[in-house]
Structures are given as structure tokens and as C-alpha cells.
Nanobody, 122 residues
Framework: QVQLVESGGGLVQAGGSLRLSCAAS????????MGWFRQAPGKEREFVAAISRSGGNTYYADSVKGRFTISRDNVKNTYLQMNSLKPEDTAVYYCASKWMNTVVTAAQYDYWGQGTQVTVSS
């Protein structure tokens, strides 16, 4: 069992930055790959970024490549640094954990956080 808690969302103007955090508990963090997803109103949940157990491999959706950076520490935290934010980045952002393997499909993740709202104004 893994518990995930996101934080760091908020309201920001276009071009601004936010840093999301995801704190994990209840499992051996280093054995879990981590991912970030987002869901805008009326849309399906979409992949944003993923990071391997070691942190050595990262993956990004084309829509955020070059603007977002996923990272993790060795304790329990995963981060999503979001720069040059656009109004179309507005969504609820979720972190998710996957035992052992790094994946980009939502259905393959084992546990999810409650989400944090990110709103980008134009």
C-alpha cells in the first residue's frame, strides 16, 4: 500500500512557474517508479512525465517537453518543476506510483494521489 499526497498547486499567470511535490509513504519508495498526470475539465487524464526508480531515466509528453522537469529524492518525494506555463496547462495534477517498472500509461500505475489544482491565467 502506498499513500501519495500532492502539494504546490495554485494560480499563476501565463509564463510563470510552479513546483509540484508528491510525498509518498507506506512502501519502499526506491522500488517505485513515479509519474505525473493531469486532467482538465471534460478531458481524459493524460500523461505528463515519469521517472525511473533510480531517477536516471525520465520521460515527458511532447506538450511539456522542455518546460517541465520531473525529479525525485532518495527519501520519499517526487517533484514536477513547471516553467513557461500556458493556459492549456490548467488541470488537476496527479502523482502516481508503479512498482518497479517505469510506464507512461495511467492504467498501469498502482496508486494515485488526490490531485492538486493548477490554474494558469492568460
Amino acid at each position: 500500500q502506498v499513500q501519495l499526497v500532492e502539494s504546490g498547486g495554485g494560480l499563476v499567470q501565463a509564463g510563470g512557474s510552479l513546483r509540484l511535490s508528491c510525498a509518498a509513504s507506506g512502501s519502499i519508495f526506491r522500488f517505485n517508479a513515479m509519474g505525473w498526470f493531469r486532467q482538465a475539465p471534460g478531458k481524459e487524464r493524460e500523461f505528463v512525465a515519469a521517472i525511473s526508480r533510480s531517477g536516471g531515466n525520465t520521460y515527458y509528453a511532447d506538450s511539456v517537453k522542455g518546460r517541465f522537469t520531473i525529479s525525485r529524492d532518495n527519501v520519499k518525494n517526487t517533484y514536477l518543476q513547471m516553467n513557461s506555463l500556458k493556459p492549456e496547462d490548467t488541470a488537476v495534477y496527479y502523482c502516481a506510483s508503479k512498482w518497479m517498472n517505469t510506464v507512461v500509461t495511467a492504467a498501469q500505475y498502482d496508486y494515485w494521489g488526490q490531485g492538486t489544482q493548477v490554474t494558469v491565467s492568460s
